[in-house]
């Protein structure tokens, strides 16, 4: 039994991107494929191909063919999405999950001279479709800064006449459009520059 | 040390609602949703002040449009570099090959790319160079520039620009009664500010949502220092309070 997903800097942190990133890369390389054939060009599981193609064809980017070699069905890529693996589950529908983070990484991005409070943060990142709530927001604000994407404009006042602690975005830290990663470990991974910026200290 | 922050509002706030979000909104799905056959370049344009960034932001989240504002230092070179790096995408290559490879990501992912303060683009003479990316998204692409009051006009001598633009032109609208409250509820969350000052805070902002939002920031922190919590006009004006009258922006035909 597999130990699950691996976590994300030991498939984003090689030169080559891992996971459905990579097996993605290779369809629209190569355009009309066997499945087979991409398990070895990725260095991957054919069920974890077999799996990614199930769900592109149910949401119409990749389509069956009638043809077969050697026994394996043959694919064709149908509907091309650019650089960016989609993100479909089983069932063909758009994947959710991280949104929310990516809606507010953006946000910081975009509002880089304004400071905020994760209040505020929530309030402009937050879509109809995709709402981003306080907690979730609080939790990000508090893991960028840790990690040193934010700075501290005023911190937390307590008691009468309190505040939440408001932060800027540090526009030396923009390091591209992909919302750096809060991991299972409390490691921050940045998916643009591939690698750990930040590691929890070592509790005594 | 944790300090505990008080009432967490679980309600998720947005500023959906704006009139100018709702507006660019509207016309980006219009343009990302258009039948095959339409041009796909638009333009949305307003006075400064108005709020056009702020609804470039939501609809850049809403669409996962690539969002890239222009400045007047652009060259074509680094206009393509500004927008690949936006698209997570390496720029190597001539000038025709980046704008190659951005416009045919812009037709492969049907993300929209919208460029702020596009004014930047006429002084710099790269409004040809957008085309040119259209072109390349093989006319499936969308392409939305924002900005002045007066770029609709500038754009004019772009005929082969402007013409493409038939179905998206729109201007932004001047901040209503409505967004004033709407950008009071959570500025002035907590306070109660009575109908006659939100009247008067939106009619001396002249349309500016700017202006609004910053005058909305005084009450709460008038309120704040004078420990009340509910202000009205009369109340305002006798806590020191003042509206920032600047001059009006000039709104062009």
Same mark, same amino acid.
């Given at each position: 039994m ?5 976590? #994300? ?18 369809i ?5 494929f066997?499945?087979? /054939? ?13 799996? $990614? ?41 758009? #994947?959710? /999950? ?15 001279? =304004?400071?905020?409070? $994760?209040?505020?943060?929530a309030?402009? =990142? ?8 306080? #907690? ?6 508090k ?5 040193? $994407? ?16 408001? $932060?800027?975005?540090? /526009?030396?830290r ?8 809060? /991991?299972r ?20 | 040390?944790t ?7 679980t309600?998720?706030? *947005? ?6 979000v ?12 258009r ?21 470039v ?9 690539? *969002? ?41 992912s049907? @993300?929209?790319?919208?460029i ?12 040809e160079?957008?085309? %040119? ?20 006009? +500038?754009?004019?001598?772009?005929? @082969? ?14 901040c ?8 009071? *509820? @959570? ?16 009619? *001396? ?11 909305? +920031?005084?009450?709460r ?26 001059? %009006?922006?000039? @709104?062009?035909h």
């Amino acid at each position: 039994m597999a130990a699950g997903r691996k976590p #994300v800097h030991l498939t984003m942190s090689a030169k080559k991107p891992g996971g459905r990133q990579a097996i993605w890369e290779e369809i629209r390389k190569l355009r009309v494929f066997t499945v087979p /054939q991409l398990a070895l060009a990725c260095k991957t599981h054919k069920k974890t191909v077999q799996s $990614y193609i199930d769900c592109l064809c149910a949401s119409g980017h990749v389509v069956e063919t009638e043809e077969a070699i050697l026994g394996q069905r043959v694919y064709r890529l149908d509907r091309d999405a650019g650089v960016e693996a989609p993100r479909v589950r089983a069932d063909g529908s758009a #994947v959710t /999950q991280g949104l929310p983070r990516e809606q507010m990484w953006r946000t910081m991005r975009a509002k880089s001279t =304004a400071d905020f409070d $994760y209040r505020d943060l929530a309030m402009w =990142a937050s879509t109809d479709d995709v709402p981003v709530s306080e #907690v979730d927001a609080n939790d990000y604000v508090k893991n960028l800064a840790k990690a040193g $994407y934010l700075i501290l404009v005023a911190p937390t006042k307590g008691g009468r006449g309190s505040s939440i602690a408001r $932060y800027r975005f540090d /526009q030396r830290r923009n390091t591209g459009p992909k919302p750096p990663m809060v /991991q299972r470990m409390k490691t921050v991974f940045d998916p643009n520059e591939r690698k750990i910026v930040w590691f929890p200290e070592v509790e005594e | 040390m944790t300090v505990q922050i008080p009432a967490v509002n679980t309600k998720t706030f *947005s500023i959906a609602p704006l009139r100018n979000v709702t507006i660019l909104t509207e016309l980006t799905m219009k343009l990302t949703e258009r039948d095959l056959g339409l041009p796909g370049l638009g333009c949305f344009s307003g006075p400064s002040g108005y709020g056009k960034s702020v609804a470039v932001m939501y609809v850049a989240n809403k669409c996962r449009a690539y *969002s890239v504002q222009a400045n007047s230092d652009w060259t074509r070179r680094h206009m393509c570099k500004v927008i690949l790096r936006e698209m997570g995408m390496p720029a190597n290559g001539t000038i025709p090959e980046l704008i190659e490879t951005i416009g045919r990501e812009l037709g492969a992912s049907r @993300r929209p790319l919208i460029i702020d303060e596009a004014d930047a683009l006429v002084t710099k003479g790269l409004v040809e160079t957008v085309r %040119s990316i259209y072109e390349e998204t093989g006319g499936t692409g969308t392409i939305i520039l924002v900005g002045e009051e007066m770029l609709p006009r +500038s754009l004019e001598h772009w005929e @082969r620009v402007h013409s493409r633009m038939q179905i998206g032109m729109r201007l932004a609208e001047p901040c209503s009664l409505a967004d004033t409250k709407h950008l009071a *509820s @959570r500025r002035c969350a907590g306070i109660t500010v009575a109908e006659d000052l939100l009247e008067a805070v939106h009619a *001396s902002a002249n349309g500016s949502a700017r202006r609004v939002a910053g005058m909305l +920031s005084d009450i709460r922190q008038l309120a704040g220092d004078a420990d009340i919590a509910q202000i009205d006009l009369k109340a305002f004006l006798d806590l020191g309070g003042e509206f920032n009258v600047g001059k %009006s922006p000039v @709104r062009g035909h």
